[in-house]
């Protein structure tokens, strides 16, 4: 059985139950298992046993490539944190040590983040985004609400599912922007935060969305003091909240190794050209928590 991360679109096969960083995914079994691959399907376990060539095709600081494979390797006062992928089969393997590290600290990545930022990079070279959104159906329409964090998505997609809306995605949304569809992500824990455990609740009686579906509406939206007008683009939506990979050295390496530089570029370009109306936020959003 592989664990569905985006419903028809990534799977992955672990033997473990949470992988440090991994945004895509804080509870890897929020999604129903399947006994089928997805159409981008990883493997990713833990394991003490990677060796670390002593030679290579090429390096970029802490991260070197040999024999279809990229491998890191950082030695610290508690022990030496190991990573590897082989590019041929998607297989991502880190030790022990390294599933200790849960956020960056000190140019450190956590595991996680490797991974999810190169399965991000691979989706949007096949046409596909992640972006910072919340999405959710209501009354046979589907929104996407493109906007940076603490900006009301989470409150917004709680207050539609209390309202006899579904689930879609909270904080991550996985959008085609050729057929404008939305794939829906498994919301986010945020520890601390009372809205966040109030939808975890809420979702636990409500179910979830777990197809693709197409944005009926899709709304730019970003909290302001000020009146001036809404005059960003969906592209300028696509740097302000997407795009998680390009800040990753060992993605960056990847790409330029990889020489995958023009396909990044020739994928923004395809953004640019999508024809979508930027919406300016309606109050009916707000209202949904007096429905």
């Known amino acids: 059985m592989y664990s569905t991360i985006i419903p028809e679109l990534v799977s992955i096969d672990t033997n473990t139950t949470k992988i440090p960083g991994f945004y895509l995914s804080e509870k890897l079994h929020f999604y129903p298992q399947s006994k089928k691959k997805s159409r981008f399907h990883y493997t990713i376990k833990q394991d003490n046993s990677i060796i670390i060539p002593q030679t290579f095709d090429t390096r970029s600081g802490y991260y070197l490539s040999h024999n279809n494979s990229w491998y890191y390797e950082r030695r610290t006062p508690f022990g030496t944190l190991k990573f590897h992928y082989n590019t041929d089969k998607k297989e991502f ?6 599933s200790f590290i849960p ?3 000190g140019n450190i990545f956590p595991a996680g983040r490797h991974i999810a930022n190169l399965i991000g990079l691979e989706l949007f070279l096949s046409g596909f985004i ?9 009354d046979g329409i589907t929104y996407l609400l493109i906007a940076p964090g603490l900006n009301g998505k989470t409150s917004i997609v709680n207050a539609a599912i209390q309202n006899n809306g579904n689930y879609v995605a909270e904080d991550l949304a996985v959008f085609d922007f050729s057929h404008k569809c939305i794939y829906p992500t498994s919301p986010k824990t945020n520890f601390g935060r009372t809205i966040n455990d109030s939808l975890l609740k809420t979702l636990d009686v409500n179910q979830t969305t777990q197809i693709k579906s197409k944005a009926n509406t ?10 001036v007008a809404n005059t960003k683009t969906f592209l300028d939506y696509v740097f302000m909240n997407s795009l998680l990979f390009l800040s990753n050295p060992f993605i960056r390496s990847y790409i330029a190794e990889n020489s995958l530089s023009n396909k990044v570029l020739s994928s923004m370009q395809k953004i640019q050209k999508t024809d979508l109306q930027s919406v300016s ?11």
């Open 218 to 227: 899709i709304i730019f939206y970003q909290k302001s003091h000020t009146e």
């Open 93 to 98: 393997y880190f030790n022990k040590l390294y």
């Open 130 to 138: 992640i972006i910072r959104a919340c999405a959710f159906s209501k």
């Open 103 to 105: 956020i960056e600290i």
């Open 281 to 291: 936020i309606s109050s009916s959003i707000f209202e949904l928590n007096n429905d």
